[in-house]
């Protein structure tokens, strides 16, 4: 089997959802990286309707934690990253019924995890949280929609893997 493509699968085969963190913080060059590969990630017509705010402020972090159902190992990492769309500047005719904003900023926000993953770094995708109150609480804009939200930090667990379907239950060929 080639080599790099090898690489890719381990690493994602070895990403766990961390939802304990060390203080410590990320050396600017790694966090570039990180944000590098959200940067460079496909979108609808390549609009990259996206931007990506990194909380580091120990207060608003306690604060998005709040905002997220009381998740406060959140707050424990050094950074949460908080994925914002663009409705009005994104691939508006995707399948000709849907808006392409949440699957552009879903990409870039698993590139950024996986470039994570890579640097020794660990995430939680958070999907629970009150999108009003976090817009709020940063400012953000009316026309502006958050996607999902992230710590990024260095794990201070280790977990198991979670049971994933067969790939006889999630594919079929020629035909569904
Ligand atoms: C859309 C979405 C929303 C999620 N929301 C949360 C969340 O609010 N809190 C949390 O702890 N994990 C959340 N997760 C993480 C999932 O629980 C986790 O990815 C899944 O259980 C598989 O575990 P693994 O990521 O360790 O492989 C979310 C994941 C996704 C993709």
């Known amino acids: 089997m080639n080599g790099g493509a090898m690489s890719v699968l381990k690493l994602i085969q070895e990403r766990r959802s961390i939802r304990r963190y060390k203080e410590d913080s990320i050396p600017e060059d790694v966090l570039v990286r990180v944000l590098e590969a959200a940067r460079w990630a ?91 109150e976090v817009k709020a609480l940063l400012g953000i804009p009316e026309n502006v929609k958050v996607l999902a939200l992230t710590p990024l930090g260095y794990p201070n667990e280790k977990p198991s893997s979670r049971r994933r379907k067969s790939l006889e239950e999630i594919t079929a060929y020629d035909g569904y």
């Open 42 to 132: 496909p979108s609808g017509k390549n609009l990259q309707p996206w931007k990506f705010i990194l909380v580091r402020d120990k207060v608003m972090k306690e604060r998005l934690a709040m905002a997220s159902a009381g998740q406060f190992f959140m707050a424990k990492a050094p950074i949460i990253v908080v994925a914002c769309g663009f409705p009005e500047d994104c691939y508006s005719r995707m399948g000709r019924y849907m808006k392409s904003w949440p699957v552009d900023v879903a990409i870039a926000l698993e590139h950024l995890i996986l470039q994570a993953q890579e640097e020794g770094l660990g995430t939680c995708w958070i999907g629970s949280f009150e999108e009003k």
